[in-house]
């Protein structure tokens, strides 16, 4: 069984920093593609970064630059550091996994193991 769960969330003022991090167990493929991705209260799900099993990584515009995505495969943990967080980046932060590699990695619909989420809060 799959299991992703989720830490590091947590309240932090303007151009501060976190770190999340993304616990998979039960996941097994030679390629795959991870993802991070944030819904805010009364928007849509978006992607914010996706890493790929080749290398490829994605990234939203919006965190461009102030955004890192990255795999530790011995530890099975994937991570998003996050700097320069801005009150636009309020959201709930969600990991998800993919067997498989895709060509578009920040399109929700195709991922299908999530985590539960955890909470990141800026304040101004």
């Known amino acids: 069984q799959v299991q992703l769960v989720e830490s590091g969330g947590g309240s932090v003022q303007t151009g501060g920093s976190l770190r999340l991090s993304c616990a998979v167990s039960?996941?097994?493929?030679?390629?795959?593609?991870m993802a991070w991705f944030r819904q805010a209260p009364g928007k849509e799900r978006e992607g914010v970064a996706g890493?790929?099993?080749?290398?490829?990584?994605s990234y939203a515009d919006s965190v461009k630059g102030r955004f890192t995505i990255s795999l530790d495969n011995a530890k099975n943990t994937l991570y998003l550091e996050m700097y320069t967080l801005k009150p636009e980046d309020t959201a709930m932060y969600y990991c998800?996994?993919?067997?498989?590699?895709?060509?578009?990695?920040?399109?929700?619909?195709?991922?299908?193991?999530w985590g539960q989420g955890t909470q990141v809060t800026v304040s101004s």
């Open positions: 998800a996994v993919h067997r498989g590699l895709l060509f578009r990695l920040l399109i929700s619909d195709l991922y299908f193991h």
């Open positions: 039960g996941f097994t493929s030679s390629t795959y593609s």
């Open positions: 890493i790929g099993s080749d290398g490829s990584t």
